[in-house]
């Protein structure tokens, strides 16, 4: 039998974009949880976000965390060994390049360029959640960084920044912000996590469902993509008209069922 594994993105997606709730998935997340599928949040949240969002949601899934920086894998979730770091009751598997070598660069950039961009390190728990809408104790979870930099542009989004990024060896993508980063995406994050799960189950159908720019490698990596709220980003992807949890619902149970 071909074991079903659901990816998903989640502010915006899973996530209510204002209220953060996911009240209008739960249908379709009590549907995953009967029949046992795993559910692998892939996100550009925190370790510390994702796993207070795990421990409300009751998931025990790998996660992905930073835009595919991280991959974190609970201790004994696979019947087989892996090269990885143990990082409280993780196995971790790096991707992403140190935050602190992210930070020193973008710091170095914005010295030599003089372009106006802020990074959480600039800005004060209470900054961080005026600017996401989140609460300050999430805020704070947030500003907990491990691999990429989420920033502003304080006049407009400035071309001769992303490209000086990109000339220090960094790379950049966008949801709901800009991030800079080491050059891992969510979509070799969700490649490496697939070939686990095909090593533990053999055949496996896989679906991924997202709402930005920075989950589009995401679904390139999946069988079954679903961009919600918009259209197909891809020839072979699924745009949904509905967005955020509702279109979430709708999808997982389309799909799944």
Not at 71 to 85: A, L, M, Q, V
Request: include cysteine; hydrophobic fraction near 40%.
């Amino acid at each position: 039998m071909t074991a079903k594994i659901v990816f998903t993105d989640l502010d915006g997606t899973l996530l209510d974009p204002v209220t953060c709730r996911f009240d209008s998935a739960i249908p379709a997340l009590e549907m995953i949880r009967k029949r046992k599928i795993p559910l692998v949040f892939c996100s550009s949240k925190t370790r510390a976000e994702i796993v207070a969002i795990r421990k409300k949601m009751e998931n025990t899934a790998p996660f992905i965390s930073e835009n595919g920086g991280g991959i974190y894998i609970p201790e004994g979730y696979f019947s087989f060994g892996f090269d990885s770091d143990v990082l409280d009751g993780y196995r971790l598997i790096v991707l992403g390049e140190p935050y602190d070598l992210v930070r020193r660069r973008f710091e170095e950039i914005r010295r030599k360029t003089g372009i106006r961009v802020r990074g959480f390190s600039d800005m004060s728990d209470e900054e961080v959640a005026r600017l996401t809408g989140i609460s300050k104790e999430e805020a704070h979870l947030a500003k907990q960084r491990d691999f990429d930099e989420p920033f502003v542009f304080e006049q407009g989004p400035d071309e001769r920044f992303l490209k000086a990024l990109e000339a220090a060896g960094l790379n950049w993508t966008r949801g709901r912000l800009f991030h800079a980063m080491g050059n891992h995406d969510k979509g070799l994050a969700v490649n490496r996590l697939k070939s686990f799960y095909e090593r533990e189950y053999g055949e496996i159908s896989s679906i991924a469902l997202g709402d930005g720019e920075n989950d589009v490698p995401m679904l390139r990596a999946v069988d079954f993509p679903v961009l919600l709220g918009g259209a197909a980003p891809f020839e072979g992807s699924i745009g949904t008209s509905k967005s955020g949890p509702v279109g979430w619902n709708e999808a997982v149970l389309k799909l799944i069922a």
